[in-house]
DNA sequence: GACGGCAGTTGAATCGTTTCATAACCATAG
DNA sequence: CTATGGTTATGAAACGATTCAACTGCCGTC
């Protein structure tokens, strides 16, 4: 098994210095162009391949960012990963991704384990408290931003969507198209993105003068929604919503699953609205009018800032941004 | 900003030499306990953590494994990624994902810069050509292991599943299930799974004495399936297979969807089974037979496979495993 | 012909960790 | 009191790329 070539045997075989041959990979305007050429063949020659940990060891830091997110199997988060990951290419970034599974203790050892690999910079969508960990990267040079979540005093940058907004976006739509009573379903209402939805849509009900009824659920899942809509369907038909606004799109597919199967026509007899705008929303048995959040653009926007930070080092440049959702009409509320 | 601590700066405050500080860290049974805890605190005291960079370039490699999927929407290889990360994580390796969407310069990159990190092994599913390419790797001293795809020449281990295995328990069980009429519905047929999927349901069909029909789509994808359910639907009753062998979930999916709509009763009418067993199977409108492939076990057991071999060194344990595919029965065909 | 300036090149020092041959220490046996 | 063995601790060398001050030619100027 041969030894990989090192600068050292590049410098050799091209009757030149090591200095000479970094300059040729990382400063070849210094270099005359026969020592690139020369440089370059000898390279070939022994396939050469940079040693990234000694590049890394001197340069102080990785050019990975750290990324980590609440939930791998939620579409909304991959979708950010997806733009992140695209635009630190762009960038020659790469982008490492972790899943805390909203678990602090995952949260915490993706967090140590960026640290030793001394990324550029941590993107974070974070479970419970996390300001003194925030503290301790800036102490040591790695700017954070926070992903769908902002935190008060401005210990880090963060872009989020304003889920108030989007709560009255469903609501306001659907009660433009007619509905006179209209359910909330979704929980935990611990998660803040939840609460903060049903805050927009109670408060544009109570402003448009229509009931709103509150429907808890233990998750944001499939099974979820088809549980409360079998609830529904038990009630006589005079009693039940005629729109429900989902706290995501999975428990609208759930509620139009169960809809669908028992008779009860979508949108006619109830419209349902969910949030995300997932891929399946529109692949959905009717398909499903949402709400869409920028997800690509916030995983961009999230690079942009921490790269900012990153080549400045001043926390001056701090910002927190804030995308407005948009509402997507399709054949479930229309 | 305060610069970061050093194992110098640790040693220093612990008043030991720089040796020891490493023994902690990676050999403690070597240090006596009253030393470790000194050293221990000294880490707390000064928030040191090691710098990997320095690590990895005395150890001569990372401890990250490299792993390249055709495909990162596609549930199956996400759920190989996912089965592959948490294997890694109880032996403390990590993994690096990289998705060549089935374009060989993305792969090409992607296995460039797995070289550039020294990574301990390469899981790879290839697209087009790799074997100089694995050739290359070898003489580098870094295993690599197929996944989902096998090469004659003993040139890697691989891990595969038995699609033609797969194709020909899906149309016995329809068989079986009484279908008389039964129809493949899938493509493009350059995709290996496709045809393997096809030749197995082929010879089953042919043994049994059942007609099939062969329907070409152009993805496998939902709106695929949607299509192709619309024309059968043209089609006089009569004239309509009984029962459908999808080449994955998603067309299934479409299907049904279509079927379901226009009042086509599954499984009474016409039985459907698909292919993947992805987590949406179990939740469609009518709950979707399937067919079942152990993809964290792949994943697992390519880790394994990779990690013997970085081990070892020796070729010699190359092998080629192929899993069996498993029937799941619900409600489409019952 | 002395000098300054410039382009190109050199090679030693550096980053932070791990390894390993060596030393120091202590206890027990002869 | 010495020899033997075992346990701990030491510190210099090594990993490989990058940087930077110093050096070499070479040209043009006064």
């Given at each position: 098994m041969m030894?990989?070539?090192?600068?050292?045997?590049?410098?050799?075989?091209?009757?030149?210095?090591?200095?000479?041959?970094?300059?040729?990979?990382?400063?070849?305007?210094?270099?005359?162009?026969?020592?690139?050429?020369?440089v370059q063949s000898a390279i070939r020659e022994l396939g050469f391949i940079r040693n990234d940990a000694a590049r890394q060891l001197r340069a102080g830091h990785s050019n990975a960012i750290g990324l980590v997110i609440l939930d791998v199997t939620n579409p909304f988060f991959t979708d950010v990963a997806r733009g992140a990951q695209q635009h630190a290419a762009s960038f020659g970034k790469s982008v490492i991704?972790?899943?805390?599974?909203?678990?602090?203790?995952?949260?915490?050892?993706?967090?140590?384990?960026?640290?030793?690999?001394?990324?550029?910079?941590?993107?974070?969508?974070?479970?419970?408290?996390?300001?003194?960990?925030?503290?301790?990267?800036?102490?040591?040079?790695?700017?954070?931003?926070?992903?769908?979540?902002?935190?008060?005093?401005?210990?880090?940058?963060?872009?989020?969507v304003d889920d108030v907004a989007g709560g009255r976006l469903a609501v306001r739509h659907l009660i433009e198209q007619g509905a006179s009573r209209v359910a909330f379903v979704g929980g935990p209402f611990g998660i803040r993105q939840v609460s903060d939805r049903a805050a927009g849509a109670s408060t544009v009900a109570q402003?448009?003068?229509?009931?709103?009824?509150?429907?808890?659920?233990?998750?944001?899942?499939?099974?979820?929604?088809?549980?409360?809509?079998?609830?529904?369907?038990?009630?006589?038909?005079?009693?039940?919503?005629?729109?429900?606004?989902?706290?995501?799109?999975?428990?609208a597919i759930g509620l139009l699953q169960t809809f669908f199967a028992a008779g009860v026509a979508v949108p006619r007899d109830i419209a349902v609205i969910g949030y995300d705008d997932i891929g399946f929303a529109a692949t959905a048995v009717v398909p499903?009018?949402?709400?869409?959040?920028?997800?690509?653009?916030?995983?961009?926007?999230?690079?942009?800032?921490?790269?900012?930070?990153?080549?400045?080092?001043?926390?001056?440049?701090?910002?927190?941004?804030?995308?407005?959702?948009?509402?997507?009409?399709?054949?479930?509320?229309?």
């Open positions: 030894e990989s070539a090192s600068v050292r045997d590049v410098a050799a075989l091209a009757q030149v210095s090591v200095g000479t041959v970094s300059n040729v990979l990382n400063h070849p305007e210094k270099v005359s162009e026969t020592t690139v050429s020369r991704l972790g899943s805390s599974d909203e678990k602090p203790d995952l949260e915490r050892s993706y967090l140590d384990l960026f640290e030793e690999q001394r990324v550029l910079g941590v993107l974070l969508s974070p479970v419970g408290e996390v300001t003194s960990r925030l503290e301790r990267l800036r102490s040591r040079g790695i700017p954070a931003v926070l992903v769908d979540r902002i935190i008060p005093d401005a210990v880090a940058s963060s872009v989020s402003e448009l003068g229509v009931p709103l009824e509150i429907i808890a659920t233990d998750a944001l899942s499939i099974p979820e929604g088809r549980r409360v809509a079998s609830e529904l369907l038990v009630r006589e038909p005079a009693r039940r919503p005629d729109a429900v606004f989902a706290a995501n799109d999975l428990v499903l009018s949402s709400i869409s959040q920028p997800s690509a653009l916030i995983g961009r926007t999230a690079i942009d800032l921490v790269l900012a930070e990153a080549a400045s080092g001043d926390p001056a440049d701090r910002q927190a941004i804030v995308f407005q959702p948009e509402l997507v009409v399709r054949d479930s509320t229309a």
